[in-house]
């Protein structure tokens, strides 16, 4: 399947590369890395990316081109949805864009049902979307660059926890070396994407006192809203890492971390260590991710969707309340 996508893509001169909203570093990585990719190639590329950019991405190679602005839609010969196999998961307005484009291929490693895609490569088995890129370009015999391997790199390190969760497997291990031999500086990205951000720490200290332990130890759910947001000068940007900060503490099996979004409406993330699996409970919500990691959009008050995730997750887990 990477042959078929690097041949489509190679078909096409001019080309958008789209990712999901509130992107993460993946998202960020995959979509930097294929621009610079088939830049390198002589194409004219496009990065779009709805909701806002994490400070500690605004680093990678690249990022001055990102848009949430769409190019006239005449202009694009191809679109590629990464990190994401939905176009409703890039946003309503990229949606309506990649409906008019005449072709669009997909790479992802999300779980869920896939109905797009021109090929739509779609793997569950692979730890990252910057992972498979990077398995393809080696494939293809593409050039990578150093910003391309910069970019995939970061991708790769935030989607394994810096090389530390289950999908650290030999194969991304493999990748990694290839992109740090291609010019990637861990220590670089590293100093950028894991620098000590004292807000974020005070937020986390406030989840963490507030968080209601259940079924033993083994449920943690921690809970923000807009007033505690706006009480520690912060955003929903800043609580990237809390939900792994709760699944961290000793006997927790599984985390959730619901928090109020200023469009309205709650985002909740939620995380096991394997044992159970947290994307049937996103999908059945209508979200989805992987076994371990999976989220979900809700049209609820903050209470009514940490009762209904608690509910959930304690039966999923053979729990009682
Ligand atoms: P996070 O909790 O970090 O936002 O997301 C964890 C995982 O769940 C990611 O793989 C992400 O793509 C997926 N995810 C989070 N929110 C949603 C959502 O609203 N819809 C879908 N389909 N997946 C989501
Ligand atoms: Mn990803």
Same mark, same amino acid.
């Given at each position: 399947?990477?042959?078929?996508?690097?041949?489509?893509?190679?078909?096409?001169?001019?080309?958008?590369?789209?990712?999901?909203?509130?992107?993460?570093?993946?998202?960020?990585?995959?979509?930097?890395?294929?621009?610079?990719?088939?830049?390198?190639?002589?194409?004219?590329?496009?990065?779009?990316?709805?909701?806002?950019?994490?400070?500690?991405?605004?680093?990678?190679?690249?990022?001055?081109?990102?848009?949430?602005?769409?190019?006239?839609?005449?202009?694009?010969?191809?679109?590629?949805?990464?990190?994401?196999?939905?176009?409703?998961?890039?946003?309503?307005?990229?949606?309506?864009?990649?409906?008019? @484009?005449?072709?669009?291929?997909?790479?992802?490693?999300?779980?869920g049902p896939v109905e797009?895609?021109?090929?739509?490569?779609?793997?569950?088995?692979?730890?990252?979307?910057?992972?498979?890129?990077?398995?393809?370009?080696?494939?293809?015999?593409?050039?990578?660059?150093?910003a391309a391997a910069t970019?995939?790199?970061?991708?790769?390190?935030?989607?394994?926890?810096?090389?530390?969760?289950?999908?650290?497997?030999?194969?991304?291990?493999?990748?990694?070396?290839?992109?740090?031999?291609?010019?990637?500086?861990?220590?670089?990205?590293?100093?950028?994407v894991y620098a000590t951000?004292?807000?974020?720490?005070?937020?986390?200290?406030?989840?963490?006192?507030?968080?209601?332990?259940?079924?033993?130890?083994?449920?943690?759910?921690?809970?923000?809203?807009?007033?505690?947001?706006?009480?520690?000068?912060?955003?929903?940007?800043?609580?990237?890492?809390?939900?792994?900060?709760?699944?961290?503490?000793?006997?927790?099996?599984?985390?959730?971390?619901?928090?109020?979004?200023?469009?309205?409406?709650?985002?909740?993330?939620?995380?096991?260590?394997?044992? @159970?699996?947290?994307?049937?409970?996103?999908?059945?919500?209508?979200?989805?991710?992987?076994?371990?990691?999976?989220?979900?959009?809700?049209?609820?008050?903050?209470?009514?969707?940490?009762?209904?995730?608690?509910?959930?997750?304690?039966?999923?887990?053979?729990?009682?309340?």
């Amino acid at each position: 399947m990477s042959r078929a996508v690097a041949q489509a893509l190679m078909a096409a001169k001019r080309l958008l590369v789209v990712s999901h909203y509130d992107p993460d570093g993946d998202a960020l990585g995959a979509s930097l890395g294929l621009s610079h990719l088939l830049r390198t190639q002589g194409k004219q590329v496009w990065v779009y990316s709805a909701g806002p950019i994490p400070e500690e991405y605004e680093f990678l190679p690249g990022m001055d081109q990102v848009s949430d602005g769409l190019p006239p839609l005449k202009e694009v010969e191809m679109a590629a949805l990464l990190d994401c196999h939905q176009p409703e998961r890039a946003g309503a307005k990229a949606a309506e864009f990649l409906a008019g @484009v005449p072709r669009a291929v997909v790479v992802d490693h999300h779980r869920g049902p896939v109905e797009y895609g021109d090929p739509a490569w779609v793997d569950a088995g692979y730890a990252a979307t910057c992972l498979m890129l990077a398995e393809m370009a080696l494939e293809a015999g593409w050039e990578i660059s150093p910003a391309a391997a910069t970019c995939l790199f970061a991708g790769l390190q935030t989607d394994t926890g810096s090389f530390r969760y289950s999908n650290a497997t030999p194969r991304a291990f493999r990748a990694a070396a290839k992109l740090v031999e291609a010019g990637a500086d861990p220590w670089a990205v590293s100093q950028q994407v894991y620098a000590t951000r004292v807000k974020r720490l005070r937020l986390l200290a406030r989840v963490l006192e507030r968080m209601a332990v259940l079924a033993g130890g083994r449920l943690a759910v921690g809970q923000v809203s807009l007033i505690d947001l706006a009480e520690m000068d912060a955003d929903s940007r800043d609580l990237e890492d809390a939900v792994e900060a709760i699944r961290g503490v000793p006997g927790v099996e599984v985390a959730a971390l619901v928090r109020e979004m200023k469009t309205g409406g709650v985002k909740a993330s939620m995380r096991s260590r394997g044992g @159970v699996d947290v994307a049937a409970v996103a999908i059945a919500l209508g979200g989805g991710g992987h076994k371990s990691a999976a989220g979900m959009r809700m049209d609820l008050s903050l209470a009514e969707a940490r009762e209904l995730i608690i509910s959930r997750l304690l039966k999923a887990m053979g729990a009682e309340a």
